[in-house]
């Protein structure tokens, strides 16, 4: 069973009197995390106690008192890790995580999945302040990617063609086959592992039902076929601002409506929105974000597009999402930002050390499509940025397929 980066992360604090939640979208790994750290914790001789709260017996006894919970669990000199899956089902999983933790925390440490932050956002009355530590887990990065094809021996080479522009990587053909899958599929476990591209597909399209009929569902949404055109929508503006008055009249809904759905999918780990830089945070904050989604195959499975790369008319948008999402894994969302002005002059990608320094990127498909005269404006307002392009192919022709 492979193992995922942030089971390493989580490992690191299960000395922490904090609880620990495990959130994401459906279908990322959760309840296999639990069951590693199931397998760790038993392994160095921990006491370890493993519950879903799919079970009606179990959640029904939580939700009428958290110290329910020992007529399941025993307790002693040695404190117990108590593991629980799908924690969003009680009726108040702040209050028992609080209660635990105020009463029992040198005796229980918990560790607890949920499905989505959106659950947990709007079921989780008390903040937890200082009593909970959440790790959040998307699909697989292209590094665990690799992994999970069984080509971790590929690890070193790709790093090393990220890192240097000039790189003759020896291995080059098949990463950047493996890249271009990776780009098309994208990182959900269960696509993954399966070799044939036909029954990825038929994955993705299950991955995406299950989304529609839970997620949406129990997220109260009321028009699910306006909130699946939005869906298709967002896709096809991937990389571009967005703009919710449009999408109100497109879709002929409320923008308080338009806002609420964006705001489901963020909290379901589907979808990011992209703020502007600039150095006045006041005009920051008022400006239209740009979308991407957190994982290209979900995106591609909603417009039904899996064609070569190289031959897609979105091959640039594509990369850029990809782009995207590995700034946002080395970054965190909330560093990532893009540049633009009325005029059209723009950056695709800001990463600000304050407002003077830092990194801009530009993402090219084609290397040779760039040209530094297209960002005077840009390099001259922030002469402390280091402006770099980011392409699938490179000028020379070498190891390179992108830079990050």
Aim: net charge positive; glycine share 6%.
């Amino acid at each position: 069973m492979f193992e995922r980066k942030i089971l390493g992360e989580i490992k690191n604090h299960l000395g922490d009197d904090q609880a620990i939640i495990l959130t994401g979208a459906r279908q990322t790994g959760k309840t296999t995390i639990l069951e590693q750290l199931n397998n760790y914790l038993t392994g160095i001789s921990e006491i370890v106690y493993f519950f879903t709260l799919e079970d009606p017996a179990i959640l029904h006894a939580l939700n009428e008192h958290p110290e329910k919970i020992f007529q399941f669990v025993r307790t002693g000199n040695k404190r117990i890790f108590l593991l629980l899956d799908e924690i969003q089902y009680l009726n108040n999983p702040s209050n028992f995580l609080k209660f635990m933790y105020d009463k029992y925390r040198e005796k229980i440490k918990i560790i607890a999945t949920g499905s989505s932050a959106f659950y947990i956002d709007r079921k989780f009355s008390d903040s937890l302040a200082g009593r909970k530590r959440i790790f959040e887990l998307y699909p697989l990065d292209f590094e665990e990617f690799l992994i999970f094809r069984k080509r971790d021996n590929l690890i070193p080479e790709w790093n090393e063609i990220r890192g240097r522009a000039d790189y003759l990587s020896p291995d080059r053909i098949i990463i950047k086959s493996l890249f271009d899958e990776y780009l098309t599929f994208g990182g959900y476990p269960a696509v993954v592992i399966e070799d044939d591209h036909e029954r990825k597909k038929s994955i993705l399209k299950e991955l995406f039902s299950s989304y529609m009929r839970r997620d949406v569902v129990e997220s109260g949404i009321q028009n699910q076929d306006k909130f699946f055109k939005l869906m298709i929508l967002l896709a096809h503006q991937c990389g571009s601002l967005l703009n919710t008055n449009e999408l109100s009249g497109t879709l002929k809904l409320s923008v308080t409506a338009v806002e609420n759905y964006l705001y489901i999918l963020r909290k379901c780990f589907h979808i990011d929105l992209v703020r502007p830089f600039y150095s006045n945070i006041r005009k920051e904050l008022i400006k239209m974000p740009k979308v991407y989604f957190n994982d290209t195959g979900f995106r591609n499975i909603i417009i039904n597009q899996f064609i070569q790369v190289s031959q897609r008319t979105d091959k640039g948008i594509l990369l850029e999402n990809y782009v995207y999402i590995r700034l946002r894994q080395l970054f965190g969302s909330d560093k990532v930002k893009f540049w633009r002005t009325a005029d059209g002059d723009e950056v695709d990608f800001i990463i600000p050390e304050g407002n003077e320094r830092g990194s801009a990127i530009e993402v090219k498909f084609d290397e040779s499509e760039f040209r530094y005269s297209k960002y005077k404006k840009f390099i001259g307002l922030y002469p402390g940025f280091r402006l770099k392009c980011r392409a699938y192919i490179s000028n020379n022709n070498s190891g390179n397929i992108i830079g990050l």
